[in-house]
């Protein structure tokens, strides 16, 4: 899961990273409007976390665009207003949820996986594929019941080989699904390494990850 994170407050946006980081989300942050319109020219993201007031202008202006031009993202505005007109403002440009700061990072990370799946029209919070149940709220994974260890980035590329329900995702978009720009250092080879380290976890359960050459990977059932 990629997130956008719209917020002119270094600490808080860097703070809200590291918490989203660790419950495997891929953040990029962006200080202003128009560094927000630089990344979303070049990157999809599964959500936005977008700030009312920013420097350049007004985060709602931002959204008020990206609607315009049919971009369907979900996006959370942050408000540190009261007004219930704001609240009710937003919404009305298109926003599909908002947090009133301060607010605790554990319902930021909840209300935002909640829109994911609300977009995606997953009417179970389960992913399953034969034995392999998967949760995506909690990042955690059992064959026949009994738990899978694994990373949280080895949970987030699990999600999305199961997401894409037995399409081939390619190396690219497995990449952008798991490191941000910050990550640059990061080779896109290093998916190779995620995916041996998943196959190897999941070896003797039925439950493949298939190469498709030149093409990428996806997850399938054994014969």
């Known amino acids: ?5 719209v917020e002119d407050a270094v600490d808080m946006a860097e703070a809200i990273a590291i918490r989203l980081g660790k419950a495997g989300m891929a953040c990029d942050l962006a200080e202003s409007c128009e560094s927000a319109e630089d990344f ?3 990157q999809r993201y599964d959500a936005i976390v977008l700030d009312i007031n920013l420097p350049d202008r007004a985060g709602t202006e931002l959204l008020s665009d990206i609607r315009g031009r049919g971009i369907r ?5 942050l408000t540190a ?8 403002s937003a919404l009305n440009l298109g926003a599909d949820d908002y947090l009133v700061k301060p607010f605790d990072h554990r319902e930021l990370e909840a209300r935002l996986r909640a829109l994911v799946r609300r977009e995606s029209d997953q009417k179970t919070d389960a992913l399953t594929l034969g034995p392999l149940s998967f949760s995506p709220a909690t990042m955690t994974a059992q064959i026949n019941g009994d738990p899978v260890d694994l990373t949280r980035r080895e949970a987030t590329l699990l999600g999305l080989l199961l997401r894409a329900n037995g399409n081939v995702l390619s ?3 497995l990449y952008d699904g798991l490191f941000a720009f910050d990550d640059a250092d990061v080779g ?11 196959r190897k976890k999941l070896s003797g359960t039925g439950v493949l990850i298939e190469t498709q050459r030149r093409l990428g990977y996806r997850i399938a059932l054994d014969g």
């Open 1 to 5: 899961m990629r997130i956008l994170i």
């Open 40 to 42: 979303l020219a070049v």
């Open 73 to 77: 993202t979900p996006v959370l505005m």
């Open 81 to 88: 207003l009261f007004s219930v007109d704001d609240r009710v």
């Open 171 to 173: 190396k690219e978009r």
């Open 188 to 198: 896109l080879n290093a998916i190779e390494l995620y995916i041996a380290r998943l």
